[in-house]
């Protein structure tokens, strides 16, 4: 056996020691607390889903990233890449007879295959919300100011919400005529911002040079409402021209939440996954070059699981949340002295009965109580609480 291997863990993966991994618990355990408070209730989910579950409207767009194998039965399994796909499949199976709205969060790991980055790995962290059975703007207006909300409960302060919209984009391409083909790779070099590629894309057709012009604009569409304004100037059917009425009301909404000033239009977003089909939205925090959240509608999931439901949501990357808060100088917060252990009881060597009876005492108070479990001298002790971050040293002699 390679002993190398045993100090190894699997690419894509990562450790998380104590001081990270208190962040990270607490940094969930307020947004689990902001979710409940705004009236969602947790779902928990497997692991591993059937891949015809996972992929049922996404097939070619990701089954290449999913961590594949088979089940006893030699049906092929995967590990789930994201949550809304499994959490629309026990709505659909499991909650047909409840009461629309359906108010779901959840907190999970999830895995996907793909080259590692700074904030994210092939095996992540997510938090996040489904609302499921709104079809109006006021359910994502709702999404997108709880989102906000969480990032501000967790101490984020300095972040802007990107809103786009998916038939405007499609709308736009249609109207022009474009194959399905055509539209695929101008979508995905609007996904990755890659304006070499959606100019190489746009050349290579037969359109006019004015509406060549219109598409590659597409990713200069951003700013506050004017953007709008400009873009009802290439909305000539009658799919775009809703899409952007449907943000106005969004953004509307937003305003009443007193949220504008977290808001700027993107109308070349475009989100990773083919089953969006309506508002779309990403976070981005200063110097972290990558959404840190993310979501929109996605109507038509659910019917693909035999109910028809519209649905809308988003979820946030923890480490990358995590990552913005570092450089935020905001991450110190979950190590101040609130969050230190109370107590640490060190003892001389006569006096481990006193000492245990001691913390039984104090734990049921409701402390966060160590104890030693050596003697020491009182010095060690002083020691080993300054290395730890405890608030208080008792000790017994």
Same mark, same amino acid.
């Given at each position: 056996?390679?002993?190398?291997?045993? +100090?190894?863990?699997?690419?894509?993966?990562?450790?998380?020691?104590?001081?990270?991994?208190?962040?990270? #618990?607490?940094?969930?355990?307020?947004?689990?607390?902001?979710?409940?408070?705004?009236?969602?209730?947790?779902?928990?989910?497997?692991?591993?889903?059937?891949?015809?579950?996972?992929?049922?409207?996404?097939?070619?767009?990701?089954?290449?990233?999913?961590?594949?194998?088979?089940?006893?039965?030699?049906?092929?399994?995967? +590990?789930?890449? &994201?949550?809304?796909?499994?959490?629309?499949?026990?709505?659909?199976?499991?909650?047909?007879?409840?009461?629309?709205?359906?108010?779901?969060?959840?907190?999970?790991?999830?895995?996907?295959?793909?080259?590692?980055?700074?904030?994210?790995?092939?095996? !992540?962290?997510?938090?996040?919300?489904?609302?499921?059975?709104?079809?109006?703007?006021?359910?994502?207006?709702?999404?997108?100011?709880?989102?906000?909300?969480?990032?501000? /409960?967790?101490?984020?302060?300095?972040?802007?919400?990107?809103?786009?919209?998916?038939?405007?984009?499609?709308?736009?391409?249609?109207?022009?005529?474009?194959?399905?083909?055509?539209?695929?790779?101008?979508?995905?070099?609007?996904?990755?911002?890659?304006?070499?590629?959606?100019?190489?894309?746009?050349? =290579?057709?037969?359109?006019?040079?004015?509406?060549?012009?219109?598409?590659?604009?597409?990713?200069?569409?951003?700013?506050?409402? &004017?953007?709008?304004?400009?873009?009802?100037?290439?909305?000539?059917?009658?799919?775009?021209?809703?899409?952007? =009425?449907?943000?106005? =009301?969004?953004?509307?909404?937003?305003?009443?939440?007193?949220?504008?000033?977290?808001? /700027? !239009? =993107?109308?070349?977003?475009?989100?990773? !996954?083919?089953?969006?089909?309506?508002?779309?939205?990403?976070?981005?925090?200063?110097?972290?070059?990558?959404?840190?959240?993310?979501?929109?509608?996605?109507?038509?999931?659910?019917?693909?699981?035999?109910?028809?439901?519209?649905?809308?949501?988003?979820?946030?990357?923890?480490?990358?949340?995590?990552?913005?808060?570092?450089?935020?100088?905001?991450?110190?917060? !979950?190590?101040?002295?609130?969050?230190?252990?109370?107590?640490?009881?060190?003892?001389?060597?006569?006096?481990?009965?006193?000492?245990?009876?001691?913390?039984? &005492?104090? #734990?049921?108070?409701?402390?966060?109580? &160590?104890?030693?479990?050596?003697?020491?001298?009182?010095?060690?002790?002083?020691?080993?609480?300054?290395? /730890?971050?405890?608030?208080?040293?008792?000790?017994?002699?």
């Amino acid at each position: 056996m390679n002993k190398g291997l045993l +100090l190894e863990i699997p690419y894509g993966t990562r450790d998380f020691l104590p001081k990270d991994a208190k962040v990270k #618990r607490e940094i969930e355990s307020k947004l689990a607390k902001n979710f409940s408070l705004w009236g969602y209730d947790e779902i928990v989910t497997p692991t591993i889903e059937y891949v015809d579950t996972l992929t049922i409207n996404n097939r070619s767009g990701i089954e290449t990233h999913l961590f594949k194998f088979f089940d006893k039965n030699n049906k092929t399994v995967a +590990l789930r890449h &994201e949550m809304t796909t499994p959490i629309a499949r026990v709505a659909a199976s499991r909650m047909s007879d409840d009461i629309l709205p359906y108010k779901l969060s959840y907190i999970s790991n999830v895995y996907r295959y793909e080259q590692t980055q700074e904030g994210r790995q092939c095996e !992540f962290y997510q938090a996040g919300v489904e609302l499921m059975g709104v079809a109006e703007a006021l359910g994502d207006a709702e999404v997108i100011a709880l989102a906000v909300d969480s990032l501000q /409960k967790v101490g984020l302060k300095n972040f802007e919400v990107c809103i786009g919209q998916v038939d405007f984009i499609n709308g736009i391409m249609q109207q022009m005529g474009l194959s399905q083909e055509k539209q695929l790779q101008i979508r995905q070099a609007l996904e990755q911002r890659n304006l070499v590629d959606l100019t190489n894309a746009v050349e =290579d057709t037969k359109l006019p040079k004015q509406a060549k012009e219109a598409l590659k604009s597409i990713p200069m569409l951003q700013g506050k409402e &004017e953007v709008l304004e400009i873009a009802n100037n290439l909305a000539l059917n009658e799919q775009s021209r809703k899409a952007l =009425d449907n943000l106005h =009301d969004i953004y509307t909404l937003l305003k009443a939440y007193n949220l504008a000033d977290f808001v /700027k !239009f =993107d109308l070349g977003v475009i989100r990773d !996954f083919d089953y969006y089909t309506g508002m779309i939205f990403e976070v981005y925090a200063p110097m972290i070059g990558y959404p840190i959240c993310g979501g929109g509608r996605y109507d038509k999931m659910l019917s693909d699981f035999g109910t028809d439901c519209p649905a809308t949501g988003f979820a946030m990357g923890i480490e990358r949340l995590m990552l913005a808060l570092d450089k935020q100088n905001n991450i110190d917060e !979950f190590a101040s002295e609130e969050n230190q252990k109370d107590i640490y009881v060190a003892y001389t060597s006569d006096k481990l009965n006193d000492a245990i009876a001691l913390v039984n &005492e104090l #734990r049921a108070e409701g402390k966060v109580v &160590e104890l030693a479990l050596t003697n020491q001298t009182k010095a060690q002790a002083q020691l080993y609480i300054k290395n /730890k971050l405890f608030k208080e040293l008792i000790y017994l002699e």
